[in-house]
Each structure stands twice: as C-alpha cells, then as structure tokens.
Nanobody, 125 residues
Framework: QVQLVESGGGLVQAGGSLRLSCAAS????????VGWFRQAPGNEREFVAA????????NYAGSVKGRFTISRDNTKNTVYLQMNSLKPEDTAAYYC??????????????????WGRGTQVTVSS
C-alpha cells in the first residue's frame, strides 16, 4: 500500500510559479512510477506529467510541455511538479498517483491504483 499526500497548491498570478509536492509512505516507493493529473470544474480529469521509478523517463501533456517539470527524490519519497509560466487555464485540482508498474510514465489513469486527495491550484489573470 502507498499513501500519497499532495501539497504546494495555492493562488498565483498568471506568469507565476508553484512547486507541488507528492509525499508518499511506503518503503518501496522508489520502485513506483508517479503521475500528476488535474481536474478543473466541469471537466474530466486529465494527464499532466509522469515519471518512471528512476526518473530517467518523463512524459508531459502537450499543454504543459516546456512549462512544467516533474522530478523525484527517492531518498525523500517525494515527487515534485515545478510549474512555471502559469496560465489561468492551469487552474484545477492537482492529484498525484502512483503505480507499482515502475517503468510506466504515461497518462493512462487506469494504470495508477493509488491516488492522493489533491491540492488546488488557482491562477488569476
């Protein structure tokens, strides 16, 4: 079992930055792949970024590529999402998710059995 807790959300002006953290319990977290997803009101949850267990394979949604960076520190059982050049359309609840399929680094939500409760990101124009 893996438990995930997101933090770092908040209110920021367009063009600003935030860094989200996903802290995990469990001694085997270093073998898990992790994804970030987001859901805006009235919209379906969508893929943002994912990273494999080693950090060597990363994938991004087209809408955030070049602005967001996913990284991980397995010594701290934490995955980060650095978000730069934020836009109002980035406003959403952001969730991290984990899978024991450690080489996975994609947006297939069904592959991720463990989910956090989310952190809200609001970008004002």
């Amino acid at each position: 079992q893996v438990q995930l807790v997101e933090s770092g959300g908040g209110l920021v002006q367009a063009g600003g930055s935030l860094r989200l953290s996903c802290a995990a319990s469990g001694r085997t977290f270093g073998s898990y792949a992790v994804g970030w997803f987001r859901q805006a009101p009235g919209n379906e949850r969508e893929f943002v970024a994912a990273i494999d267990w080693s950090g060597s394979n990363r994938n991004y949604a087209g809408s955030v590529k070049g602005r967001f960076t996913i990284s991980r520190d397995n010594t701290k059982n934490t995955v980060y999402l650095q978000m730069n050049s934020l836009k109002p359309e980035d406003t959403a609840a952001y969730y991290c998710a984990a899978t024991g399929l450690g080489t996975v680094a994609d947006g297939s939500q069904w592959k991720y059995p463990y989910w956090g409760r989310g952190t809200q990101v609001t970008v004002s124009s």
